[in-house]
């Protein structure tokens, strides 16, 4: 019962109480009538909530930091009786919510008949990047009196994924980096392929349709032709989530600023045909080729980290397959000591010489302590890197032609 229905049962004692004490027929009705209201209204609203469905749709499940989608809740009367007022919430996770929203989302549906729908709709926001739930829903049935309701739950739920904030960059991409794992101008060679290169003697498990007859006739022996696997650009990212080496909170943080890069460049990679793999410093032994959509998804759930260094997962790296791009989007070595004797710049150094390309990108808090950040891109440019430092007002498009430009080549004067 509601407010209003306690209290119109508590006058319909009250008025039994008195109707019994002054002996009036009259009051013993209002008594009567009174608990009847509540009564009804009780059973009515039992029965119409037991029948009511709820089925909920989802604009899209991805979303851009910035972008938003639409959620469209679909009500049902299954009963034979009405539902007269409907009271909806739905929950909704704040980092969804619009500027200004107080709370979740909440409607009224009224004079609901037996099997007719409803429909009401909002908006959800992607402010922050992250995994999300829309719902359970919470339905309130009310009689038109408002003497009695029922709270329904139901546990159904979709999920948002918030992607990190993605810059376009410009065109490019740095030269040298058009190979495979551990490539080079040699062409890797299958059992199958699209381009014809060379004739083999057959291996048990061949397919018999890529005999070659007349070889097969001049040799006595059967030759089958050898194809060549289409070429795949191949990249490393690694994205440095230490909390120990980022600073600040929320979204004017290091990491997200991080996290940001790093998505960016997974972006721009994946337009030009790259197979990216992605690792941190939690996961750096077998990082794994995956889609852009699953990698953005990852990008959107990372946390900071208690890990002190990257030593250890720049050695898995270095010791797997390696080859082709390696991206780095780190911060500045914690600690006082000097840059280049940094345990973490050695590692960063020794991963970086498995690789044919090297890209780095240095993100450093408003206030560089020691210039720290132009420290380690100095080291990490003078060892034939591309890197840049990128403070929190510096756009990584602005920088990108910086790290996709053509190097100079060194010029000796003519012999006289």
């Known amino acids: 019962m509601t407010a209003r229905g306690v209290s119109l049962l508590v006058a ?3 008025a039994w109480v008195l109707g019994r004490l002054l002996g009036l027929q009259e009051l013993y009705v209002v008594a009567a009538t009174a608990a009847a209201f509540v009564a009804v209204a009780a059973v009515a609203v039992r029965l119409s909530t037991a029948t009511v469905s709820a089925h909920r749709s989802l604009g899209q499940a991805r979303l851009r930091t910035g972008a938003s989608t639409e959620v469209v809740m679909h009500l049902r009367n299954d009963s034979r009786l009405p539902a007269s007022v409907l009271l909806v919430e739905d929950e909704c996770h704040p980092a ?3 500027e200004g929203a107080g709370g979740d989302p909440r ?3 009224s004079g609901l008949g037996p099997g007719r729908q409803a429909s009401f709709r909002y908006a959800v926001h992607g402010r922050r990047r992250g995994r999300y739930a829309v719902g359970p829903l919470r339905l309130r049935l009310r009689d038109p009196f408002g003497l009695a309701e029922r709270v329904r739950h139901y546990p159904g739920s979709v999920e948002v994924v918030v992607y990190p904030l993605v810059e ?3 065109e490019g991409i740095t030269r040298g ?3 495979g794992s551990e490539a080079s101008d040699t062409r890797r060679l299958f059992s199958s392929g699209e381009e014809f290169y060379t004739l083999r003697e057959y ?7 890529q005999v070659h007859w007349p070889s097969t006739a001049h040799r006595s022996k059967l030759m089958v032709r050898q194809q060549e696997l289409q070429w795949q650009p191949e990249a490393v990212l690694f994205c440095d989530t230490r909390r120990a080496a980022h600073h600040g909170t929320g979204v004017d943080s ?11 460049l997974l972006w721009h990679l994946s337009d030009h045909r790259y197979e990216v793999r992605l690792a941190t410093e939690e996961d750096a032994r077998h990082p794994v080729a995956a889609p852009r959509d699953a990698l953005l998804d990852r990008l959107a759930e990372l946390e900071p980290t208690p890990i002190e260094g990257v030593g250890p997962a720049l050695s898995c790296l270095r010791g797997a397959e390696a080859g082709g791009l390696f991206c780095a989007v780190v911060a500045p070595p914690p600690g006082a000591d000097a840059v280049a004797r940094h345990p973490d710049v050695r590692a960063l150094l020794a991963c970086g010489r498995r690789f044919s390309g090297r890209l780095a990108v240095v993100v450093v808090p408003p206030d560089d302590p020691g210039a720290r950040g132009a420290g380690l891109a100095g080291l990490l440019t ?4 591309r890197a840049v430092v990128l403070g929190p007002g510096d756009a990584l498009a602005a920088r990108w032609p910086e790290l996709v430009a053509p190097r100079r080549r060194r010029t000796t004067g003519a012999p006289r």
């Open 254 to 264: 290091t990491l997200e600023r991080a996290v940001s890069v790093t998505a960016s």
């Open 203 to 209: 291996v048990i498990g061949d397919d018999l349709r």
């Open 107 to 109: 409607f009224v549906v």
């Open 177 to 179: 980096n058009h190979r």
């Open 12 to 14: 319909s004692v009250l």
């Open 96 to 98: 969804l919510r619009g």
């Open 382 to 385: 003078a060892a034939g890197w």
């Open 168 to 170: 376009p960059l410009g």
